[in-house]
Structure formats: C-alpha cells, structure tokens
C-alpha cells in the first residue's frame, strides 16, 4: 500500500547465513508487523511492534527477531537461515492494530 | 485464540457473474479486515468492517458481529477481480489478526 515498502524485494541466499529484511513506512504509523506467507497456511504473524522499542511474539517467531529503533523503520532478522524459512514475507502497518496496510512482500528463498 | 474459516475456498465465475464469500469466526469480533491479493502477491485492503454494510463500487461487505460472520458481496465480476480473497479479525482484545486460508476466485472472459 501508498506509504509502505520492503526491501530487498527479492533475495537468495544460503542455509546458515544471517538475513535482515527492512520495512520502511512513512505514514507515523504505531504499529508494525511481519507475516509471512506459505502455500496452505495463508498469512501468520512473526512479530509485531505497537511502538519505538516494544515488540512482541507471534505465532511463528521461532528463529526471527526485531527490532525497531525509528518509527518508520521495522527490521526482521533470520539469524541463521533455515529452508524452511523460504517464504514470501509482508510487512504491515497500521494507525490501530485493527485496520492494517500491507507492504509490496519480499520473496526469499534459501538453498 | 480465534478461529477464522472462509468459503467457499474456490470459485470460478463468467464475467458479469455476482458472488458472495464468507467468513465465520470462532468467537465474536469487534472489528474485521477483507483484503484482495492480487495475481501479482499485493494484498489490498478491501474494507474495514466491525459492523454494518460497506459498499465500494461493486464490492461491498456485510458484518453480523452478533452471529460471527461477514460476507463480501462482488457484482458483475470482472476478470481483475480475479485473486484471492482474506478476511482476518483480531485475536482476543489484542493488535494482532488472524487471517483465514482465503477464497480463490478466478473470473474467466
């Protein structure tokens, strides 16, 4: 959506390397979230932020983490990747937590 | 937490043809997204609908929060409708969404 980009766009990159993927919004908005998407299992939530600094789990957090140092700026780190963590990954913003806008995604694949 | 079921989880449809998608919730909601993931992988808001009627163009959304449900209307289909389509409510009181596995609709020419 207008506001909200992820980068890189794409990435390939190998089983134990550490990958950080950015989400970037310039609406001010409080919160921020990283999904990822999967054949079969739609959307799930990794982690969310609902301000500089708090961040909290979601269903599939194992293996990511955040960070949120600007308002505008939302950060997902694998540390070591895993096949397993080949998905498509959307990063979501929103004024509440009720009514949220999706970046463009971010497809990564490892080998 | 919430559970969120759509469907039906496939439809094809004629250009021009109307349809209407559900979506049923374990528990009541007090607020509920529809999004649009286009053929590209962009999801779109469709509507924010915690209650009530919404119409935009030929889209439009009906939430009964009472009975745990909403419906996405879409008339006279077109073939950029095609897609698939995401309701997703709030987990408990929190910020979070849950989403449902979506309905993937195909309109044909």
């Known amino acids: 959506d207008a506001g909200i980009t992820q980068s890189p766009r794409h990435k390939v990159t190998e089983t134990g390397t550490p990958v950080t993927l950015r989400c970037h919004q310039t609406?001010?908005?409080?919160?921020m979230y990283w999904y990822r998407q999967d054949p079969g299992h739609g959307l799930r939530l990794i982690h969310y932020?609902?301000?500089?600094?708090?961040?909290d789990k979601g269903e599939v957090s194992d293996g990511y983490s955040v960070s949120r140092s600007k308002t505008e700026d939302f950060l997902l780190t694998l540390e070591s990747a895993t096949s397993s963590q080949t998905s498509v990954y959307f990063c979501a913003m929103g004024r509440t937590g009720y009514e949220q806008y999706f970046g463009p995604g971010t497809r990564l694949t490892v080998t | 937490g919430i559970q969120v079921e759509q469907s039906p989880p496939d439809l094809i449809l004629q250009e021009g043809a109307n349809s209407t998608l559900r979506c049923n919730f374990s528990d009541s909601v007090n607020n509920l997204q529809w999004f649009h993931q286009n053929p590209w992988g962009q999801l779109i808001n469709l509507f924010y609908i915690p209650s009530g009627t919404k119409q935009n163009g030929r889209l439009s959304a009906t939430t009964v929060a009472t009975e745990r449900y909403s419906l996405l209307y879409i008339s006279s289909s077109q073939t950029t409708d095609s897609g698939v389509y995401f309701c997703a409510g709030p987990q408990g009181g929190s910020e979070k969404l849950v989403f449902g596995k979506g309905t993937k609709l195909t309109v044909n020419p």
């Open positions: 932020s609902y301000g500089v600094k708090d961040t």
């Open positions: 609406e001010n908005h409080r919160y």
